[in-house]
């Protein structure tokens, strides 16, 4: 009788504790869950009180003639197309094409950056861009209506974006939600958005043509060739079974791939354009034995490795030992006036164990590697130095061309030196003496 | 009796300088040059600080500092100025410095603040440190631009994300975290590209807080060096378990391991 009352006191306390643990941990998953939607839910209303916010902006700045009220002005509609974008980042749209409404927003910050930071007192707005200016305000106009929709179905039918958020991530065609289908309708209207009001410029269309890597010489690769492309840069005999495939059709150059096991055992790849079997990228994965050779001694290397596979107008720019290794850049010097170009670089990367090559990255000396005319710069040396701040002592001097922010290739001076205690490289236009870049080194 | 000991020192530092100014065990009779690591850049760094040229931080790494130091030396000792220190160079720093590789490489070892200028007494050039031991030997300097917590928070998605690919498929899984960061259409930092809501499996299930081993951080340095397998890919998926139909009609550049990379 006495056990029989201790073992229910003890079920029942048993019985107590689990039904409260229950619950507590019932309520600690609500209070989770309520927090995460009202992160979601405010990053979503958020965005779109900023949209109503950059249409009036992009309106005032219509309204505006001065340059000085003007450029606070577009400044202004810069920092919302920033703020909406990040918001957008916060939302579970990852598995919704959203990306052409940021691709959109992102045009609108850049043409408004780009257009505020120029003295806008001597080089008011243009009509092109006024008219532009026009349209964008129209157009974020239809934007902000198509959000407020979807905005009124949100409060409406009390849509969670945890359940949103559910729904996407089983990645199944979802239909017949309003909210997803407003998503995707607006992205449509942006896409047409951005076609219509940004053409490309001259200098995106070159870009993008860098891009495909067009300009390269040469004919198309066979499997067989690039085979013995790779066989040939990377020092391999007939025994090493090296295997090849395609690029897919989705690439904006035509590649062959290869990997292949080196004798001890390592994985080694190599990525080579089909047309003309220019290397791409080259990578050995392998530990590190002990150092024997000098940074130094690894520059001589990567630089003879250079010169034998046809890359002879380049020279060594930097170079940093890490972790038993020397990670060399090379840029292109162009002869004989002795300009530097800074984006044509190759990265070599040599173990210090061995000397032996163990990295190689072409594409940007590839796709940057257009046929450029290079002029004269009108500025002297001691003009440019003129422009630099009084306290900054200048130790290096030679010409480089860069791209400056505005995308465009300069012809520059280029100074290394010193300020107090830190190093910096400043880029003075060759031309008019703007200062087009300053970097901490 | 501290001013003796403090002048016993430096009649011993002279000696010592006597002695061992002319031995060759001086330096690896290795060529250093900026970007270097180690041992040599030690002894040049104390070297050139010893005759007063380099003020900053002994610390074996070969920066901008040392390079303007060394050069103001070989200006002014009439040796080529080519920022190398190579044999002439090494042999004329030598003979006019001193080097007591005891005492510097104790206080590094020891994390202590520390100079080591000719002239002044060594134990007033020492100010302890807490005790903890200086970066290790070989600290990897990251690439330019990436912090140390980038490159861990990158390391922890690559390694959550792609451990059971090749080490390649690692490299491009870290290649499309950053060429998402440079894309238009994403968020513009590392962590807000990881963290996108639904953009990564491995962050939705919690798989990100898994401890990455080496590899996944060497593939994220290699990606930040600019190795990227993907060739430009901002996405990509395992056609055996990928549901969503969308990813399926992004442009496909090609296949490492079990995942398919696309623009």
Same mark, same amino acid.
């Given at each position: 009788m006495?056990?029989r009352?201790?073992?229910?006191?003890?079920?029942?306390?048993?019985l107590?504790?689990?039904v #409260?643990?229950g619950?507590?941990?019932k $309520?600690?998953?609500?209070?989770?869950?309520s927090?995460?939607e009202?992160?979601?839910?405010?990053?979503?209303?958020e965005i779109?009180?900023q !949209? &109503?916010l950059?249409?009036d902006?992009?309106?005032?700045s219509l309204?505006m003639?001065?340059?000085?009220?003007?450029t606070?002005?577009? $400044?202004?509609v810069w920092?919302?197309?920033?703020?909406?974008h990040s918001d957008? /980042?916060r939302?579970?749209?990852g598995m919704?094409p959203?990306?052409? !409404?940021? /691709?959109f927003?992102?045009?609108? /910050?850049n043409?408004?950056?780009q257009t505020a930071v120029?003295?806008?007192?001597?080089?008011?707005l243009?009509k092109?861009?006024?008219?532009?200016?026009?349209?964008?305000?129209s157009?974020?106009?239809?934007?902000?209506?198509?959000?407020?929709? *979807?905005q009124s179905?949100?409060?409406?039918?009390?849509?969670?974006?945890m359940?949103l958020?559910?729904?996407l991530?089983?990645g199944?065609?979802?239909k017949n939600?309003s909210?997803i &289908?407003?998503?995707?309708k607006?992205?449509?209207?942006?896409?047409?958005?951005?076609?219509?009001?940004?053409v490309?410029?001259?200098?995106e269309t070159?870009?993008?043509r860098?891009k495909?890597?067009t300009?390269?010489k040469?004919?198309?690769l066979?499997?067989?060739?690039?085979v =013995?492309?790779?066989r040939?840069?990377a020092?391999?005999d007939?025994k090493v079974?090296i295997?090849i495939?395609?690029?897919?059709?989705?690439?904006?150059y035509?590649?062959?791939?290869?990997d292949?096991?080196?004798a001890d055992g390592?994985s080694a790849?190599m990525?080579?354009?089909?047309? /003309?079997?220019?290397p791409?990228?080259y990578?050995?994965?392998r530990?590190i034995g002990?150092e024997?050779?000098?940074l130094y001694?690894?520059g001589?290397k990567?630089a003879a490795?250079?010169?034998?596979?046809?890359?002879?107008?380049v *020279?060594?720019?930097?170079s940093r030992q890490?972790?038993?290794?020397?990670?060399? $850049?090379?840029?292109?010097l162009?002869?004989?006036?002795q300009?530097?170009?800074?984006?044509?670089s190759?990265h070599v990367?040599i173990?210090l164990?061995?000397?032996?090559?163990v990295g190689f990255?072409g594409?940007?000396y590839?796709?940057?590697?257009?046929?450029?005319?290079?002029g004269?710069?009108?500025l #002297?040396?001691?003009e440019?130095i003129?422009m630099?701040? #009084?306290?900054? =002592?200048?130790?290096?001097?030679?010409l480089?061309i860069i791209?400056n922010?505005m995308g465009?290739?300069?012809l520059?001076r280029?100074?290394i030196? $010193?300020?107090?205690e &830190?190093?910096y490289? *400043?880029?003075i236009?060759?031309q008019d003496?703007?200062e087009?870049?300053?970097?901490k080194? | 009796m501290?001013?003796?000991?403090g002048?016993f020192l430096?009649?011993?530092?002279?000696?010592?300088g006597?002695?061992?100014?002319?031995?060759s065990?001086?330096f690896s009779?290795q060529v250093v040059q900026r970007?270097a690591?180690g041992d %040599?850049?030690?002894e040049?760094?104390s070297?050139?600080?010893y005759i007063?040229?380099?003020e900053?931080?002994i610390d074996?790494?070969f920066?901008w500092g040392?390079?303007?130091?060394?050069r103001?030396?070989q200006?002014d000792y009439?040796?080529?100025?080519d920022?190398?220190?190579?044999?002439?160079?090494?042999?004329?720093?030598?003979?006019?410095?001193?080097?007591?590789e005891?005492y510097v490489?104790?206080?590094i070892e020891?994390?202590n603040k520390f100079t080591y200028?000719g002239?002044?007494?060594? %134990?007033q050039?020492?100010?302890k440190? %807490?005790?903890? @031991?200086?970066p290790p030997q070989?600290?990897?300097?990251?690439?330019?631009g990436?912090?140390e917590t980038d490159?861990?928070l990158m390391?922890n998605?690559?390694?959550?994300?792609?451990?059971?690919?090749?080490y390649?498929?690692?490299?491009?899984?870290? @290649?499309v975290i950053?060429n998402?960061?440079?894309?238009d259409e994403?968020p513009n930092t590392?962590?807000?590209?990881?963290?996108?809501?639904l953009?990564?499996?491995?962050?939705a299930?919690g798989q990100?807080w898994?401890t990455p081993?080496e590899?996944?951080?060497?593939?994220v340095i290699? @990606?930040i060096n600019?190795?990227d397998?993907?060739?430009?890919a901002?996405?990509y998926f395992?056609?055996?378990?990928a549901?969503?139909?969308?990813?399926?009609?992004?442009?496909?550049?090609k296949?490492?391991?079990?995942?398919?990379?696309c623009?």
């Amino acid at each position: 009788m006495m056990k029989r009352t201790i073992l229910l006191s003890v079920l029942f306390v048993g019985l107590f504790a689990a039904v #409260s643990w229950g619950a507590y941990q019932k $309520t600690e998953k609500d209070t989770l869950k309520s927090h995460m939607e009202n992160e979601y839910q405010r990053s979503f209303h958020e965005i779109s009180y900023q !949209m &109503d916010l950059l249409h009036d902006q992009i309106g005032s700045s219509l309204a505006m003639n001065a340059g000085r009220n003007l450029t606070p002005a577009l $400044t202004e509609v810069w920092r919302l197309t920033s703020l909406i974008h990040s918001d957008i /980042g916060r939302l579970p749209l990852g598995m919704l094409p959203f990306n052409e !409404m940021e /691709g959109f927003l992102n045009q609108i /910050g850049n043409f408004s950056y780009q257009t505020a930071v120029r003295d806008l007192e001597s080089k008011p707005l243009s009509k092109d861009e006024y008219a532009k200016l026009e349209t964008l305000y129209s157009q974020s106009a239809d934007l902000q209506n198509e959000l407020r929709d *979807i905005q009124s179905k949100v409060l409406a039918d009390n849509v969670e974006w945890m359940d949103l958020e559910g729904l996407l991530a089983t990645g199944d065609e979802i239909k017949n939600n309003s909210v997803i &289908d407003g998503f995707k309708k607006m992205d449509n209207t942006a896409k047409g958005y951005a076609v219509e009001t940004f053409v490309k410029t001259d200098q995106e269309t070159a870009d993008q043509r860098r891009k495909q890597l067009t300009h390269l010489k040469g004919d198309d690769l066979t499997e067989e060739q690039a085979v =013995k492309k790779v066989r040939e840069f990377a020092g391999l005999d007939e025994k090493v079974k090296i295997n090849i495939s395609k690029s897919l059709d989705g690439s904006d150059y035509p590649f062959y791939s290869a990997d292949w096991q080196t004798a001890d055992g390592h994985s080694a790849n190599m990525d080579l354009t089909q047309k /003309g079997g220019y290397p791409l990228f080259y990578l050995l994965n392998r530990d590190i034995g002990n150092e024997k050779l000098s940074l130094y001694d690894a520059g001589e290397k990567g630089a003879a490795f250079l010169k034998k596979h046809g890359f002879d107008d380049v *020279i060594l720019e930097n170079s940093r030992q890490n972790d038993g290794m020397a990670m060399l $850049t090379f840029i292109r010097l162009i002869e004989p006036q002795q300009v530097y170009v800074n984006s044509d670089s190759i990265h070599v990367k040599i173990a210090l164990d061995t000397g032996e090559v163990v990295g190689f990255l072409g594409v940007d000396y590839l796709q940057n590697g257009e046929e450029r005319e290079v002029g004269e710069p009108a500025l #002297s040396e001691s003009e440019a130095i003129e422009m630099l701040h #009084s306290n900054f =002592k200048v130790e290096e001097s030679r010409l480089a061309i860069i791209r400056n922010e505005m995308g465009d290739e300069v012809l520059c001076r280029e100074f290394i030196g $010193t300020l107090g205690e &830190d190093t910096y490289r *400043i880029f003075i236009n060759g031309q008019d003496g703007q200062e087009e870049k300053v970097e901490k080194l | 009796m501290t001013k003796k000991c403090g002048l016993f020192l430096i009649i011993v530092m002279l000696a010592h300088g006597l002695f061992f100014t002319d031995e060759s065990h001086a330096f690896s009779g290795q060529v250093v040059q900026r970007g270097a690591y180690g041992d %040599d850049v030690i002894e040049l760094q104390s070297r050139l600080q010893y005759i007063g040229y380099y003020e900053g931080k002994i610390d074996g790494d070969f920066g901008w500092g040392t390079y303007w130091a060394l050069r103001n030396f070989q200006q002014d000792y009439g040796l080529d100025i080519d920022g190398l220190a190579g044999d002439t160079t090494r042999q004329k720093l030598v003979s006019v410095s001193d080097y007591d590789e005891n005492y510097v490489r104790s206080n590094i070892e020891k994390g202590n603040k520390f100079t080591y200028y000719g002239g002044v007494p060594l %134990d007033q050039q020492v100010k302890k440190g %807490d005790g903890k @031991a200086a970066p290790p030997q070989n600290a990897p300097e990251y690439p330019p631009g990436y912090s140390e917590t980038d490159i861990q928070l990158m390391a922890n998605a690559v390694y959550g994300e792609a451990r059971g690919e090749p080490y390649i498929g690692q490299v491009a899984v870290a @290649a499309v975290i950053l060429n998402r960061i440079e894309d238009d259409e994403f968020p513009n930092t590392a962590s807000g590209v990881i963290f996108e809501p639904l953009a990564f499996t491995a962050v939705a299930d919690g798989q990100i807080w898994l401890t990455p081993n080496e590899q996944a951080k060497r593939a994220v340095i290699d @990606a930040i060096n600019g190795w990227d397998p993907s060739e430009n890919a901002l996405y990509y998926f395992n056609p055996d378990t990928a549901t969503s139909g969308w990813i399926w009609t992004r442009p496909q550049i090609k296949q490492i391991g079990e995942h398919i990379f696309c623009l």
